[in-house]
């Protein structure tokens, strides 16, 4: 019984959360490493792209529920998140055309790249606070649990009990279909394989007649939807705060160098990784280890290596870690 108490323990405040946190991180990376892949530069604005297509997805969101049109148990941010792509896209393609594109016709160095990427992710975060204010948001309003810690426990006579949220099955469901299209897109399609091309030898590929401005502009695209689902999905599962999204940006980057930059499947390895790191790292995991262990052998302390708040220090170290002694990644992407 104890075991078992363990096992729901670990579930509870390790595997489930970590699993929805790494889908997140997951699909924040693909965005980072599709841009990487495609325009050779590491987007910075990244994280503010998330942020600001969150905000708009929460400001539809109100539109519709002041509307009273909703999904039932589902939350309306997911009728919303169409839209919110949709207008974000708008925003990120401007960007491109009045910042970006200047840049590539004059064959700027990658870092310079990187460095106007900074300049749009200020004036994205000024923005984002412009529209929706500096406040913590809670937009979930669709069936808070699937399971319920109560229910649970009366239901098998544990003593612990496992609580799963909607937020983070739909997390987990939104990421698995959106990640089918992707691969399905870059390997099926003839618009998906010109990208791959593109990405793979720029010089070939123009050789070929493949248009780069269109491969552009579907980068861009691919980025930002996944930037918007991303967000959305975090935002969904905690709450919507703009600040947490450039914090956010160090373990999407760190997942996706981790992983191989320009590598979508590294991209998500690395998103699952970080996140598993993070939080099994920053658990404390005396709980876990009373119901594991003998009785008289348990132990005094919390069994946390570091507190929550340092959270992504974890990341930061994984990071650096990739970077001296493999800067491919672990699924050889392009090199840093």
């Known amino acids: 019984m104890d075991l078992l108490n363990a096992i729901v323990a670990l579930a509870n ?45 929460i400001l539809v969101t109100w539109g519709f529920q002041a509307m009273g049109i909703g999904l039932g148990p589902l939350p309306t941010a997911l009728l919303a998140l169409p839209v919110g792509i949709a207008l974000t896209s708008l925003l990120v393609l401007g960007t491109d055309r009045a910042v970006y594109r200047f840049y590539r016709k004059q064959k700027a160095a990658p870092v310079i790249l990187v460095i106007v990427s900074m300049g749009v992710m200020f004036i994205m975060n000024g923005l984002t606070r412009f529209l929706i204010g500096v406040d913590e948001i809670n937009f979930d309003d669709g069936t808070r ?23 983070q099955v739909i997390t987990l469901v939104t990421a698995v279909l959106v990640v089918a299209l992707l691969f399905w897109f870059l390997n099926r399609t003839r618009t998906g394989k010109s990208m791959r091309a593109f990405s793979d030898n720029e010089d070939l590929a123009l050789l070929s007649g493949i248009n780069p401005e269109r491969v552009v502009v579907y980068a861009w695209l691919i980025a930002t939807a996944l930037a918007t689902i991303a967000g959305t999905l975090y ?20 997942a996706a160098i981790v992983g191989g930059l320009g590598n979508p499947v590294g991209a998500i390895a690395g998103g699952f990784l970080i996140a598993f790191s993070e939080v099994g790292v920053t658990y404390a995991w005396k709980k876990v280890a009373v119901y594991a262990m003998p009785a008289g052998f348990e ?13 992504f220090a974890v990341s930061f170290v994984i990071l650096i870690a990739v970077l001296l002694f493999k800067p491919t990644g672990l699924f050889k992407g392009k090199s840093v």
């Open 235 to 254: 935002g969904l599962d905690k709450t919507f705060k703009v600040f947490n999204y450039f914090q956010l940006l160090l373990p999407i980057f760190a």
């Open 299 to 311: 132990p005094d302390g919390l069994l946390q290596l570091l507190s929550t708040e340092y959270k």
């Open 13 to 57: 405040f390790v595997l489930i959360p970590a699993t929805a946190y790494g889908a997140q991180l997951a699909l924040g990376a693909l965005g980072v490493t599709i841009i990487y892949g495609i325009l050779r530069f590491s987007n910075f604005a990244h994280g503010d792209t998330m942020a600001f297509g969150t905000a708009t997805v």
């Open 145 to 167: 649990f699937l399971i319920n810690a109560r229910d649970f426990k009366e239901a098998t006579g544990l003593a612990e009990g496992l609580a799963l949220r909607s937020t």
